[in-house]
């Protein structure tokens, strides 16, 4: 697995909560190779869990997903699933210098 970071905010640290991420950021992310670092944060205010996802990835990539709900297990899920769809995104514009489109997972095979 990547570097991942789980940080506990005004929460008791939880055995199941950590599964949870570490399951969910190895189900979405498991295709991105060239991800370097991976932070969560996950915050509980009142009634309000919230969930931030920290993606450093090679080439100076950084990649941010939030989500907010009323359910911790909820804004994990939410969360990763925002930030595996900003790679997503990331990894399929890139371009080379002549425009033509390079996918990022075919470099990965390669290199």
Do not use: P, W
């Not at 090679?58 to 939030?66: M, N, S």
């Not at 990763?80 to 997503?88: D, G, M």
């Amino acid at each position: 697995m990547k570097n991942l970071v789980i940080t506990f905010r005004h929460m008791e640290t939880s055995a199941a909560l950590k599964n949870h991420v570490e399951a969910q950021v190895e189900h979405d992310m498991h295709d991105f190779t060239r991800v370097e670092s991976i932070h969560v944060i996950l915050d509980v205010q009142k009634h309000t869990h919230k969930c931030e996802v920290d993606v450093h990835a090679k080439g100076h990539l950084h990649i941010e997903g939030h989500a907010e709900t009323e359910d911790m297990y909820k804004s994990v899920t939410l969360a990763v699933e925002k930030a595996a769809k900003q790679l997503r995104k990331a990894r399929d514009k890139r371009t080379d210098l002549h425009g033509h489109r390079d996918r990022l997972a075919d470099l990965d095979t390669s290199s």
